[in-house]
Every structure is written in C-alpha cells, then in structure tokens.
C-alpha cells in the first residue's frame, strides 16, 4: 500500500513529495534522508548558487538534482517550489542506460546540479509533476503507476540537462564528457593528459576549454572531485581519517591532511569537529552541508 510517509519513517519509505513550503523538519533532520535522490524544483524563485550568466532575467524555475550523501550549501526553506526525493530501489536495476544516465545528471556539477528551466520545458514537466503527485496522495497496493511516471518524469529531466550541455557548441560538450569521465575515474586517474586523451584534444586544449566554460584548469576539477567524495566520507561513513586517506589513493594521513588544507583552509579533524558541532545543533533547515 502507498500512501504519503509520515515524516520521521524514512527509512521504510521509497518516494517523498511534498510542497517546499510544507516541508516538516522531522525530513529535515531524518537521517534516513541521505540515502534519497533530492530533487528541488523552485517556481518563480532566485536561484540558490551564484550564477555568472547574466544573459536572462534570475528569477524563474531552477531544478536542483541532489545525488544522496552529497554535501551541499542550498537552503531551500520556505521557497516556493516542490520536493521529490526517492531512492535508487525505485529505479529499474536492468535499465543500465537509464541508470546510467541518472547518476550523469544528478553528478555533472559535484555537489548538486542545477537546471534552469525555460517556460515550455516547465509546463511539460509541470504535467507528469501533477500526475506524479497525485497519484503518490493515493491509497493504492503498490508503486507500479508512481514508479512509471517517476521514470517518465526524470526521462524529461535527462532530456532537458542533455539539451543543455549538447546543444550550445562542441566546447560545452567537452565539458560534459569531461565531467562524466572524471565521475568514474577520479579515484584511481588524477592527470589531465588521461582525460585529454579519452577526448582526442590535447591537455592544453582541454585546459583552455574547461577555463573558459567553467573557470577552472583540469586538475583544479580533479581536486575538487577529491575534496568532495572525502567531505562526504568524513561526514556520513564510520571510517577514521586514515581510512578516508587511504580509500581515497593518499599514500599516508598526513599527506591527505596537507592536500585537504591546502584546497578548503582547514585540516580533515576541524572539518570533522566543525561539521559535528553543526549537527548538534541543528542548523538544518533544509539542507546544510552536515545533514542530507
């Protein structure tokens, strides 16, 4: 039987939706909300990151797609806009494709990816969004029709990102080959030349191009990936700092120390020390970098 969870039994829940406005905080502080795909659909709203377009008017739809346990600085509290978070058992394991184009979208940008929606694309989304959710407020015996029209709605949302990164010029889709190449990657190829290569361009090009897009070198994103996975480790898995180190390819933990001081100002111990303070306190609206 489907029908709307109550707010502090995650863990037994598959799919999540509710008006941003109406958003509880018992979701906010469950922990079991790291474990969901977090899709924030603002309406009529600033967006929520600095933006260096200036070519459109700032406010409008913004989606943000929130991979789980990804941390991210986005507070969405009281906007006006909707909430769908689901977990991955929901998304059909034998569609490798599909899936695989999942993880593309929600990963392309590190810590969350951004859509900003044109008008028709958000009417067309608005539609299955509606269906989505009504379905979802009914009692039924299974997820069968709300797991379809999920399907149906996050194709819509593949076709929008796809559109984005392809349909401008053949330098923005370098940068997204780029950014899903080091998506699988980043762990164990930490030089550009790899990456170049995989492109057929040289590392200099690849660096003018990944400079002028997005206003970083190669390694610069590379680093940043690494920060990224080893922020999310410290913050939701039970390994000791060493352990993060060595997961992460660093030789030794003084090493991994100096590497994440010199790319975020403070040592793995006070990131930890300052990220567990947050949670006791609770500073989680919805969402801080400590409580996904």
């Given at each position: 039987?489907?029908?709307?969870?109550?707010?502090?039994?995650?863990?037994?829940?598959?799919?999540?939706?509710?008006?941003?406005?109406?958003?509880?905080?018992?979701?906010?502080?469950?922990?079991?909300?790291?474990?969901?795909?977090?899709?924030?659909?603002?309406?009529?709203?600033?967006?929520?990151?600095?933006?260096?377009?200036?070519?459109?008017?700032?406010?409008?739809?913004?989606?943000?797609?929130?991979?789980?346990?990804?941390?991210?600085?986005?507070?969405?509290?009281?906007?006006?806009?909707?909430?769908?978070?689901?977990?991955?058992?929901?998304?059909?394991?034998?569609?490798?494709?599909?899936?695989?184009?999942?993880?593309?979208?929600?990963?392309?940008?590190?810590?969350?990816?951004?859509?900003?929606?044109?008008?028709?694309?958000?009417?067309?989304?608005?539609?299955?969004?509606?269906?989505?959710?009504?379905?979802?407020?009914?009692?039924?015996?299974?997820?069968?029709?709300?797991?379809?029209?999920?399907?149906?709605?996050?194709l819509k949302l593949i076709k929008v990102k796809e559109q984005e990164f392809t349909?401008?010029?053949?330098?923005?889709?370098?940068?997204?080959?780029?950014?899903?190449?080091?998506?699988?990657?980043?762990?164990?190829?930490?030089?550009?030349?790899?990456?170049?290569?995989?492109?057929?361009?040289?590392?200099k090009r690849l660096n003018q191009i990944l400079k002028d897009k997005l206003d970083?070198?190669?390694?610069?994103?590379?680093?940043?990936?690494?920060?990224?996975?080893?922020?999310?480790?410290?913050?939701?898995?039970?390994?000791?700092?060493?352990?993060?180190?060595?997961?992460?390819?660093?030789?030794?933990?003084?090493?991994?120390?100096?590497?994440?001081?010199?790319?975020?100002?403070?040592?793995?111990?006070?990131?930890?020390?300052?990220?567990?303070?947050?949670?006791?306190?609770?500073?989680?609206?919805?969402?801080?970098?400590?409580?996904?």
């Amino acid at each position: 039987m489907i029908e709307p969870i109550k707010e502090s039994r995650l863990a037994s829940a598959m799919i999540y939706i509710r008006n941003l406005r109406d958003c509880p905080p018992s979701y906010l502080n469950d922990p079991g909300r790291k474990d969901f795909f977090e899709i924030v659909w603002l309406k009529n709203e600033d967006p929520l990151h600095d933006t260096k377009n200036e070519n459109f008017e700032i406010k409008g739809d913004w989606i943000y797609l929130i991979p789980p346990y990804r941390v991210h600085q986005l507070n969405k509290a009281g906007k006006n806009g909707e909430l769908l978070s689901f977990k991955r058992e929901v998304l059909e394991e034998d569609d490798k494709e599909f899936l695989l184009d999942i993880f593309k979208i929600f990963n392309v940008q590190g810590e969350f990816s951004c859509l900003r929606l044109e008008k028709e694309a958000a009417a067309d989304l608005g539609s299955v969004f509606q269906l989505l959710n009504n379905e979802y407020q009914k009692t039924a015996d299974d997820l069968v029709i709300v797991k379809a029209i999920l399907k149906v709605f996050l194709l819509k949302l593949i076709k929008v990102k796809e559109q984005e990164f392809t349909g401008h010029d053949i330098h923005q889709k370098r940068v997204y080959e780029f950014l899903m190449l080091l998506e699988s990657n980043y762990l164990q190829v930490r030089n550009t030349d790899f990456y170049a290569g995989k492109l057929g361009i040289s590392s200099k090009r690849l660096n003018q191009i990944l400079k002028d897009k997005l206003d970083k070198t190669g390694m610069e994103l590379i680093h940043d990936r690494i920060i990224l996975e080893a922020k999310r480790m410290i913050i939701h898995s039970e390994q000791t700092i060493k352990e993060i180190a060595y997961e992460l390819g660093f030789s030794d933990r003084p090493y991994f120390s100096r590497f994440f001081k010199k790319q975020t100002g403070q040592t793995p111990d006070e990131f930890q020390k300052q990220t567990r303070i947050h949670q006791k306190l609770k500073l989680n609206t919805l969402s801080d970098s400590t409580a996904i």
